[in-house]
């Protein structure tokens, strides 16, 4: 599985400029491999997606494609429909 993550917005445009990350959860150590394997899956990145956003006014959004299998799909989530766990990740790829 193949991450990529775009981030923009944020107050002003400035907490996300120019964040671009990708990551192969295969080159990680298990514990992460595992951990990123799960919050990055398809299905589960799909209904985030689906939840209210509320006020989205100076939040940073994120861009998340998966690739898998040879299939991508990709996801638009703003920074309050993702777990903390899941923004602790994305900080630690």
Same mark, same amino acid.
């Given at each position: +599985?193949?991450?990529?993550? #775009?981030a923009?917005?944020?107050?002003?445009?400035? &907490? &996300?400029?120019? /964040?671009?990350? *990708?990551?192969? $959860? !295969?080159? %990680?150590?298990?514990? +992460?491999? %595992?951990?990123? !394997?799960? #919050?990055?899956?398809?299905?589960?990145?799909?209904?985030?997606?689906?939840?209210?956003?509320?006020?989205? #006014?100076?939040?940073? *959004?994120?861009?998340? *494609? $998966? @690739?898998?299998?040879?299939? *991508?799909? !990709?996801? @638009?989530?703003?920074?309050?429909?993702?777990?903390?766990? +899941? /923004?602790? /990740?994305?900080?630690?790829?």
């Amino acid at each position: +599985m193949i991450i990529e993550i #775009a981030a923009q917005g944020g107050f002003g445009g400035i &907490a &996300a400029a120019n /964040l671009h990350k *990708t990551i192969d $959860v !295969s080159d %990680q150590p298990e514990p +992460m491999r %595992q951990d990123l !394997s799960d #919050a990055f899956e398809p299905d589960e990145l799909a209904r985030l997606a689906r939840q209210p956003c509320g006020d989205c #006014a100076d939040r940073i *959004t994120y861009r998340i *494609t $998966v @690739t898998e299998d040879r299939r *991508t799909r !990709s996801f @638009t989530l703003h920074e309050q429909q993702i777990p903390p766990d +899941m /923004l602790d /990740l994305i900080d630690q790829m």
